[in-house]
């Protein structure tokens, strides 16, 4: 199933909720770079993460390297940011609340 991409505006409000959050230079994905307090929260939020991302059936491109995990969103079929990009990025943020990022 193909997903409609969002419109520059759309994206750009969506933004503005999504603190951290900032569009790849290229403007087709939303990107992130958290810092946990070490490598068993980083593991905690991703194994959070990997569970809303099953939920939505939308997978994130990330690294971890000790505390640090990057994060890129982008719906490739859509060739672009889709509302699911919109929402895992909302559902990340939620599993970091808390974790010391």
């Not at 491109?61 to 509302?83: A, F, M, P």
Request: contains cysteine.
């Amino acid at each position: 199933m193909t997903y409609a991409k969002l419109e520059a505006d759309a994206v750009h409000t969506a933004l503005e909720t999504l603190e951290g959050w900032s569009l790849r230079e290229d403007g087709l994905a939303i990107v992130k770079a958290y810092k946990f307090a070490s490598f068993p929260e980083a593991f905690g939020f991703m194994a959070e993460c990997a569970l809303a991302a099953e939920k939505l059936n939308h997978h994130p491109e990330w690294s971890n390297v000790y505390s640090r995990v990057k994060i890129c969103l982008t719906t490739h079929d859509s060739q672009g940011i889709t509302e699911r990009d919109i929402l895992l990025a909302k559902a990340m943020e939620k599993a970091a609340a808390g974790r010391g990022n």
